[in-house]
T-cell receptor, first 112, second 112 residues
Framework: KQEVTQIPAALSVPEGENLVLNCSFTDSAIYNLQWFRQDPGKGLTSLLLIQSSQREQTSGRLNASLDKSSGRSTLYIAASQPGDSATYLCACIQGGSEKLVFGKGTKLTVNP | DTAVSQTPKYLVTQMGNDKSIKCEQN?????MYWYKQDSKKFLKIMFS???????INETVPNRFSPKSPDKAHLNLHINSLELGDSAVYFC???????????FGQGTRLTVV
């Protein structure tokens, strides 16, 4: 059974800092891995999707990497801004499954 | 606007009542989902439907019954509500079974 863990549970940084959010998964046979953002009282918004054959994906100041063999993914946020404050969730689809399994998220606060 | 919309946004009800949450998507997607986010913010899939056919039913009590009258709608009916049903319920849709899900804003259900 796939389990997704995100560390740390919460992170507070000053504006402008580069930061890394971590995600690990127990079964490396994944179909894809996705990063989402959730603002308070809102639904989730997809940020980046990495297929199992890919190593990384980039969108603006965001870069997500995937290392299937070690069961890890990271989300790198460059030059953080207060508007980046949100909860970031990692999720993956197991190979042979259609079920998206989520981590518990990292709550990021970027202080002005 | 193209989106996933669910109603109501807030629902407060007494134990033992029956309630429904409605969801509609106008994205032309084939797959729709219900997710539950508990008080610890852990997001877990409950059901998925593809072209009105039930695909995933994740060990959810029989009191929960999804209904998909057409591809664009997936409603959730809950019988005999219990205190433990209090959570935020998210509807989502994706182009296909493994596509990136687009989430609604959530329905905060409080059972008193």
């Amino acid at each position: 059974k796939q389990e997704v863990t995100q560390i740390p549970a919460a992170l507070s940084v000053p504006e402008g800092e580069n930061l890394v959010l971590n995600c690990s998964f127990t079964d490396s046979a994944i179909y894809n891995l996705q990063w989402f953002r959730q603002d308070p009282g809102k639904g989730l918004t997809s940020l980046l999707l990495i297929q199992s054959s890919q190593r990384e994906q980039t969108s603006g100041r965001l870069n997500a990497s995937l290392d299937k063999s070690s069961g890890r993914s990271t989300l790198y946020i460059a030059a953080s801004q207060p508007g980046d404050s949100a909860t970031y969730l990692c999720a993956c689809i197991q190979g042979g499954s259609e079920k998206l399994v989520f981590g518990k998220g990292t709550k990021l606060t970027v202080n002005p | 606007d193209t989106a996933v919309s669910q109603t109501p946004k807030y629902l407060v009800t007494q134990m033992g009542n029956d309630k429904s949450i409605k969801c509609e998507q106008n994205l032309g997607h084939d797959t729709m989902y219900w997710y539950k986010q508990d008080s610890k913010k852990f997001l877990k899939i409950m059901f998925s439907y593809n072209n009105k056919e039930l695909i995933i039913n994740e060990t959810v009590p029989n009191r929960f019954s999804p209904k998909s009258p057409d591809k664009a709608h997936l409603n959730l009916h809950i019988n005999s509500l219990e205190l433990g049903d209090s959570a935020v319920y998210f509807c989502a849709s994706s182009q296909d079974l493994r596509g990136t899900p687009f989430f609604g804003q959530g329905t905060r259900l409080t059972v008193v």
